[in-house]
């Protein structure tokens, strides 16, 4: 006897249809723009980096990363690409020709590859966080007003593409003299400081 299963197979597309559930439509294309955290596997050590990807005008992809270590911050990525789960991005005009190829996980938390640099390849991994912090000790786009020397002044010194935060205290002693210190940081936990002393009086 011969049935005839027609029937019900269009039935079921329909119902899939209608409710909006069929097996294509409820794939959603991962998507891997927001603000993760993570660190490049070294042999002894790691390195911390902070990656923003986002999607711009055209559907294309853009993104920064920031190395806190060695004081690079939003530092512009190219060659992003997203194929399904694939993420690769690099960093241009970098010597060694820094990329990083990997896999965003079917949850969308993590991404884990592999970095390459001048012909060497380490582990990379990748956590999505809910929101960039806030930058701390920024240089300020002006400064306060005040007399002579004495006083915090803040800055930094860009070579290539690190930029290095600086911080200069100084102060007046009763007798004029000034006193002060240098701080070089990266970060909090890589503070170096350096004191400076006049050799006479400011008047």
């Known amino acids: 006897m011969i049935h005839n299963t027609s029937l019900p197979l269009f039935v079921l597309l329909t119902a899939g ?19 993760w955290e993570g ?11 902070q990656v923003v990807i986002e999607r711009g005008a055209s559907s294309q992809w853009k993104g920064s990363i920031s190395i806190p270590v060695q004081g690079l911050r939003n530092f512009g990525l190219t060659n992003i690409t997203v194929r399904g789960a694939d993420v690769t991005f690099a960093m241009p005009g970098i010597p060694g020709n820094p990329e990083f190829k990997g896999k965003l996980a ?33 240089t300020p786009a002006k400064g306060a007003p005040g007399k002579g020397l004495a006083g915090v002044w803040q800055g930094s010194l860009k070579v290539s593409v ?41 008047r």
């Open 17 to 35: 249809m209608a409710f909006g559930t069929s097996p294509v439509a409820a794939q959603s294309r991962p998507d891997p723009a927001g603000y």
């Open 106 to 138: 079917t949850d969308e938390k993590t991404i884990t590859g592999d970095f390459t640099q001048g012909g060497q390849t380490l582990p990379f991994k990748l956590e999505r966080k809910s929101a960039k912090p806030k930058q701390t000790a920024e």
């Open 162 to 202: 690190v930029e290095l935060r600086l911080v200069l205290k100084i102060t007046k002693s009763g007798d004029g003299r000034l006193t002060g210190t240098m701080d070089t940081a990266n970060r909090k936990s890589n503070l170096r400081t350096r004191r400076l002393e006049s050799n006479s009086a400011v």
């Open 39 to 49: 660190a490049i596997t070294l042999p002894n050590t790691s390195l911390g980096i």
